[in-house]
Structures are given as structure tokens and as C-alpha cells.
């Protein structure tokens, strides 16, 4: 039987420590371990981008990663992103041109989008969904997602 | 989906990496970004007892530019690389397949040396390697071996790194006039034809990587022995891609025809040594 492993790791500016089995996945972790269920299990394949989180500042899918792997490692999800209740701006941006209808892709979705505009200050439109490509949207059809991220970008 | 149960271990140098493999033997298996191990391990078509976490050795991180010739770690990730300003100048097909991988996420964590172990035969790394020329360092329990990438990619999913070796780096000579032209399976966004070229318009030659069209990599040698030696002009380019397949017997399935991907390898060809040309 496999041994259990000490992890340590910040989320959202708060140190954790726990022991954990190594084939725990970090979306796994992050929603049963520390009950921060804001991110979403989608695919469970890497493909849907509903489990994104940064770890250390980087859009990674939660559900391709294994907790031990983020010993160590300062992560954010999307309960990290409010300040005293303001929105973020990526969050704003949702709000604001409703870029959502049943929610499920948005945790993840801002997460991306939060990486985005850390890299860069004002993303084209085309930017925008190319680095959006690793999360899929069943509702919207896009259009209004890549709205709220421009809306982000302008009001930063 | 859960993994089968394993022990994890995250040595701290290299040689500790190699002793676990040698102590452990097949129930080891090298963790670097995890975007191909880790799928296999939830489907349990890997099951290892051990993992070792190579992904974060510092001494396999690094990108390096020295005298026209680069060396890039094995544990450097795709997204890395595409933001590598160096890259960039120096050798900008280097930057075109980093930023034609997988999505954002996934060039966050993947690394170029766990995806050319990988090989997977549409996979976008190894037309780059094939058409630069790569030479390819890994580590074992005797020291340290070189091979060229002709002799890298030797079956669908096979390397020539051995049970008990570590890919550590990959070493180029800069190519400013390359370029990589890629047809993706719209889903999954792996090559259904890659073609990385690069143009030697002194020496009159060129060099054609080709992935996701055959069972393994390979070389465009027809269209390379048609521009030997010729002015590379648009019309040569264009005509010598015209045997961007030949040879080969393309591989067919749902997602493209063997037709298709010859076809591919053909438009993609053409125009990979266009741009490369115009550089």
C-alpha cells in the first residue's frame, strides 16, 4: 500500500498542511480535503478546463496533477480572487456582460483569464480565445466570455 | 477517476533520480509535467508502484544560447519556451511548436523532454527536433550518452532512451530562418500533420521534420535531396514539397485518411519552407 505524504501548500494565502495519499489529484485536494468546492471536476481528461486553478501565478487543470506535485507551491482558486467581497475584475467583467448561463466552465474559466491579463495588459480579441482554447463552454458560444475578459482588461 | 496506488518520491538531483530507477527497475516510472503519464495513469494503462517527480530539478530547467548553439533542459515547459524572447531571435520554430501545443494549461506544465519521451506520433516536438537536428543528452546508471535525433524515435511511442535513463537536454544549432506549419485535430489539438523546416540558404540546403503523418516521425529526405544544392526559390520550394510524403505509408483513422495526411504533408511543406525561406 503506498505511503502517505506531507504536503504543504498556500492556498489562497492561507498555509495548508496535510497528509495525503499520492494519487489524490489536486482538484480532488483542493474540493474534499480543504472544501474549497468552487473548483470544478468537468472532463477529469484535461480537456475542459473546468478544474483550473494557478499555481504559482500558472493556469493549470487541477484534475491532471497530483497534490504531492504542489508541495510547496503557492496555488489560487477562484475563492481567492474577491477582496472583502469587491469582485475582481475578471469576476466584474462576468458579471457585467453575462458571461455565463449555467456556470459550470466560469470557476475555471476566470481562472484563465486571470493568467491572461497578468501576462498581458490588453489582449486582442483573438488572444483572448486563443488562450481560453483549454476551456470549453457548453452555453455561451464564447462570444460574451471573451466580452467580460475585454471588459476586465479596460477597467484594470 | 483515480490512479492505482504508488509511492511518490521527488529526489533533489539527478543521480538520486537515477538510483531510485536502477533500485526499482520497471515499477518505476520518471513524472515530469504528468500531461501524458498521468492520463495513462487514471485509465491504469500505467500502473507504476513508484513515481519519481523529476519536474521541478533544477539542473534540467535551464535554456541556454551560447556561440549560435542552444541547449534547452529537458523539464523546461512548452509554455517557456514559446515566451523565450531568445527563442524567439534565435530560432523562431522553436517558439512556433511551443505555442502549437495542447492549450494554455497544458504548456504550462508539459515539458519538452517528458513529451519527446513520450513519442507520441503526433506529437509536435519531433518535427522540430528531426529538422534541427537535435542532439539529444540522457543520463544513466554509466554516465552520460549523446544521440542524434535520427536515431531518437524508433516506434510509435518508443525512444532510444533505455529502462534506467533520464533525457536531461536538448541541444540545437540556431535556425533564424525555420518554421513550423501545423494542421491540428480541432478537439484534441494534436498534429494531424506538423511540418518544421529549416533553410540553409548559404550551404543551399534545407532539413523537413514531418509528425502525425506516419507511425513514427521522420525526415522529408525526397524533398531535401530535391533542393540540395538548388536556389531556393518559391517555385523549387514549392514543387521539391511535392514528395513531402513520398515513401511513406501515412497512417488513416477517423479523425483524417492516409490520402488526407499526405495531402497535408504536401500543403504544409510548401509553405513551412516558405516561411522558413522568408526569414
Given amino acids: 500500500m503506498a505511503s502517505p505524504v506531507q504536503i504543504r501548500v498556500t492556498i489562497n494565502g492561507t498555509l495548508h498542511t496535510h497528509e495525503v495519499e499520492p494519487r489524490l489529484l489536486l482538484v480532488h485536494y483542493l474540493r474534499e480535503v480543504c472544501g474549497l468546492t468552487g473548483t470544478h471536476v468537468g472532463c477529469e481528461t484535461s480537456l475542459c478546463g473546468a478544474c483550473t486553478v494557478l499555481v504559482?501565478?500558472?493556469?493549470v487543470k487541477s484534475c491532471t496533477m497530483f497534490a504531492v506535485q504542489a508541495d510547496g507551491c503557492a496555488l489560487t482558486t477562484i475563492e481567492g480572487l474577491a477582496v472583502n467581497g469587491d469582485l475582481h475584475p475578471v469576476q466584474e467583467?462576468?458579471?457585467?456582460?453575462?458571461?455565463?448561463?449555467?456556470g459550470y466552465c466560469t470557476p475555471g474559466m476566470v481562472m484563465t483569464a486571470v493568467q491572461l491579463l497578468a501576462d498581458r495588459k490588453r489582449p486582442t480579441r483573438e488572444e483572448i480565445a486563443h488562450a481560453l482554447r483549454g476551456n470549453l463552454c457548453r452555453c455561451t458560444g464564447y462570444t460574451h466570455i471573451i466580452d467580460a475578459v475585454e471588459h476586465a482588461a479596460a477597467r484594470r | 477517476m483515480f490512479a492505482a496506488p504508488f509511492d511518490y518520491a521527488r529526489p533533489k538531483t539527478l543521480d538520486e533520480a537515477l538510483s531510485l530507477l536502477s533500485k526499482h527497475g520497471d515499477e518505476a516510472r520518471l513524472l515530469a509535467g504528468g500531461h501524458s503519464l498521468i492520463p495513462a495513469m487514471k485509465l491504469r494503462l500505467a500502473q507504476p508502484r513508484l513515481v519519481v517527480d523529476i519536474g521541478r530539478l533544477d539542473g534540467l530547467r535551464q535554456i541556454e544560447a551560447r556561440d549560435g548553439r542552444l541547449a534547452i533542459g529537458a523539464m523546461v515547459t512548452h509554455a517557456e519556451i514559446a515566451a523565450s524572447r531568445t527563442l524567439a531571435d534565435l530560432c523562431p520554430l522553436l517558439v512556433e511548436v511551443a505555442s502549437?501545443?495542447?492549450?494554455?494549461q497544458v504548456r504550462n506544465k508539459g515539458t519538452i523532454g517528458g513529451s519527446l519521451v513520450h513519442a507520441d506520433p503526433a506529437g509536435d516536438w519531433p518535427a522540430a527536433i528531426l529538422a534541427l537536428d537535435a542532439e539529444i543528452e540522457i543520463a544513466g546508471p554509466q554516465g552520460r550518452r549523446t544521440v542524434t535525433a535520427g536515431a531518437f524515435f524508433t516506434g510509435i511511442l518508443e525512444t532510444a532512451v533505455k529502462p534506467g535513463e533520464i533525457?536531461?537536454?536538448?541541444?540545437?544549432?540556431?535556425?533564424?530562418?525555420?518554421?513550423?506549419?501545423?494542421t491540428e485535430q480541432k478537439a484534441s489539438g494534436f498534429a494531424l500533420c506538423g511540418v518544421a523546416a529549416v533553410v540553409d540558404a548559404t550551404a543551399r540546403r534545407v532539413r523537413v521534420g514531418i509528425t502525425g503523418v506516419a507511425p513514427v516521425p521522420y525526415r522529408a529526405a525526397a524533398v531535401e535531396r530535391a533542393l540540395e544544392g538548388q536556389a531556393l526559390a518559391e517555385g523549387s520550394l514549392a514543387a521539391a514539397a511535392g514528395q513531402a510524403a513520398a515513401g511513406v505509408t501515412p497512417l488513416a483513422d477517423i479523425h483524417a485518411s492516409a490520402d488526407y495526411r499526405a495531402h497535408l504533408a504536401r500543403v504544409n511543406t510548401a509553405r513551412a519552407l516558405q516561411r522558413a525561406a522568408s526569414r
Avoid at chain 2, 502549437?100 to 494554455?104: P, S, W
Fill in chain 2, 167 to 182: 533525457l536531461c537536454e536538448i541541444r540545437v544549432t540556431a535556425a533564424a530562418a525555420s518554421a513550423y506549419v501545423k
Fill in chain 1, 93 to 102: 467583467g462576468f458579471w457585467e456582460r453575462h458571461a455565463l448561463q449555467c
Fill in chain 1, 56 to 59: 504559482d501565478g500558472k493556469a
Fill in chain 2, 100 to 104: 502549437a501545443i495542447g492549450d494554455l
